[in-house]
T-cell receptor, first 112, second 115 residues
């Protein structure tokens, strides 16, 4: 089947710290992988995506590389800011369909 | 930037009552979805909708649930007789196309509380 497992939260970091949120997946075929972010009171917003193995998605200083050999799509940022405080969701969708499979979300709080 | 909107933001209802959750997808999008997230659990797919019919649904989407696009802009999720376990955050989403690489745009969610 298809599923996503992501790191349990909550995560609390100091400003300018390095961030990693782990995400691994199980999928049939060749899925596309996504990171969504949800700021307080808002909807899920696409942060970045990668559609094939070894692709790197990047946006707003965040990066994630699609690793087929380890079935992973870990989210990283070199220096977090207070404004990055949000819930981060890893997700996949199959190449032949449009249903998204999400992880449980990881809450990140960045303190000054 | 166009966005998906949902109303209400919070709905409280008594067990056994019917609720209708409303969504306005992005205007040129053709595919519409509902997801839910029970507190502390994964965001789960419920249903996808295209061309006025359901194109895919999960095992969660049983006879208690229905979806409708009553006019050119709204997309609704009806729960016929709510149960305590229906308490969750419900997200609506839309896409232009159906391919797996297309980005889904999500609304802010409706928090449903069943008492």
């Amino acid at each position: 089947g298809n599923s996503v497992t992501q790191m349990e939260g909550p995560v609390t970091l100091s400003e300018e710290a390095f961030l990693t949120i782990n995400c691994t997946y199980t999928a049939t075929g060749y899925p596309s992988l996504f990171w969504y972010v949800q700021y307080p009171g808002e909807g899920l917003q696409l942060l970045l995506k990668a559609t094939k193995a070894d692709d790197k998605g990047s946006n707003k200083g965040f990066e994630a590389t699609y690793r087929k050999e380890t079935t992973s799509f870990h989210l990283e940022k070199g220096s977090v800011q207070v404004s990055d405080s949000a819930v981060y969701f890893c997700a996949l969708t199959r190449s032949t369909g449009n249903q998204f499979y999400f992880g449980t979300g990881t809450s990140l709080t960045v303190i000054p | 930037e166009p966005e998906v909107t949902q109303t209400p933001s919070h709905q409280v209802t008594q067990m056994g009552q019917e609720v209708i959750l409303r969504c306005v997808p992005i205007s040129n999008h053709l595919y519409f979805y509902w997801y839910r997230q029970i507190l502390g659990q994964k965001v789960e797919f419920l249903v996808s909708f295209y061309n006025n019919e359901i194109s895919e649904k999960s095992e969660i989407f049983d006879d208690q649930f229905s979806v409708e696009r009553p006019d050119g802009s709204n997309f609704t999720l009806k729960i016929r007789s709510t149960k305590l376990e229906d308490s969750a955050m419900y997200f609506c989403a839309s896409t232009r196309a159906s391919v797996g690489t297309d980005t889904q745009y999500f609304g802010p969610g409706t928090r449903l509380t069943v008492l």
